[in-house]
């Protein structure tokens, strides 16, 4: 059975009126699955061990020194502090970390995190677009360090580029990572000739507008196949669905449709490859009621195809 693993704790984290990750998200999210028969479990936060693979010492002392008593801390132009947000930022990554253990133990096929904040956007030592740790990536030490694995695939389908995740992964041959995006866009990164020193990345640009008919060839002509030459042993999503047509950050123009499409085929690719292990972790959309629906979507597919 497919497991789900959230906290209310991830309510915690706020940001300012007006901030598209605004709580709500995560309810609509829940209150999405709720009818369907899910297994379940409460995060935990991650230890310093899984971060410190990923985010050194001093930035993990510096964000939890700036977390304010009440109100906000500002860390970039769209990163915001406030009280709750440091336990969720653990929490988050923490249920990442779980999610590995749950799949490469068997005690689970497959996982969906419905956590917040995200973490695609967290770099080395730089919190930014909405990110403070970055959770994809700590999952893929995790699996290489904890689990002795060799190849873990990351393939990241949020509507901005996964520059976070890229940067961790960045020097780890053992990782590959893929990432479909629109360009240009926020946050300027994902050029098609960024492929790191030993090649493990594929980032594959979208232009606005070109809906989900460009997004499925580029899946079936570029990460498809490179997910089939890598033969992963663990397949982690980096699941976000602002890519959307109804969402108001960008314009790619997906249908819910498209989101299920791409899990399908992931789960095509995990059953080949690896017993059909798949981490999904939230990470962008923006449209309530579009987010909703596209998750529901997504797990549904996971649940399934926990039997191939």
């Known amino acids: 059975m497919t497991l789900v693993i959230t906290h209310p704790d991830a309510l915690l984290h706020e940001n300012p009126p007006g901030h598209p990750e605004q709580v709500a998200r995560l309810r609509y999210v829940l209150e999405a699955l709720e009818g369907m028969t899910l297994d379940r479990e409460e995060a935990r936060e991650a230890s310093d061990e899984p971060l410190l693979r990923c985010h050194p010492q001093a930035y993990l002392d510096r964000i939890a020194g700036a977390v304010p008593e009440e109100g906000w801390v500002q860390l970039d132009a769209d990163t915001f502090l406030s009280p709750g947000t440091w336990r969720a930022a653990r929490l988050a990554a923490g249920a990442a970390v779980r999610a590995v253990d749950a799949v ?41 360090e904890a689990h002795g694995i060799s190849r873990v695939a990351v393939v990241d389908f949020d509507v901005h580029h996964g520059n976070g995740t890229q940067d961790l992964l960045w020097d780890e041959p053992r990782a590959r990572f893929w990432s479909t995006h629109q360009m240009p866009l926020w946050p300027g990164t994902g050029d098609a000739s960024e492929t790191g020193p030993h090649g493990t990345v594929t980032n594959v640009p979208l232009p606005p507008g070109s809906g989900g008919a460009a997004f499925r060839a580029a899946m079936e002509r ?12 663990l397949l982690l999503i980096s699941a976000g669905f602002d890519a959307h047509h109804a969402d108001p950050l960008a314009q790619l123009a997906w249908t819910t449709e498209d989101f299920a499409w791409a899990t399908e085929r992931l789960c095509d690719a995990a059953w080949t490859h690896c017993a059909g292990r798949v981490v999904s972790c939230l990470e962008g959309g923006y449209d309530l009621d579009a987010l909703a629906n596209a998750v529901a979507a997504h797990v549904d597919v996971l649940r399934r195809r926990t039997d191939g």
């Open 104 to 144: 490469m133990e068997g005690s689970a096929r497959n996982v969906f995190c419905a956590m917040r904040p995200p973490g695609h956007h967290a770099e080395t030592a730089t919190p930014m677009g909405f990110c403070t740790l970055g959770n994809v990536a700590i999952a893929a030490k995790h699996a290489l």
């Open 222 to 233: 570029i990460v498809l196949p490179g997910i089939d030459e890598f033969a992963p042993e």
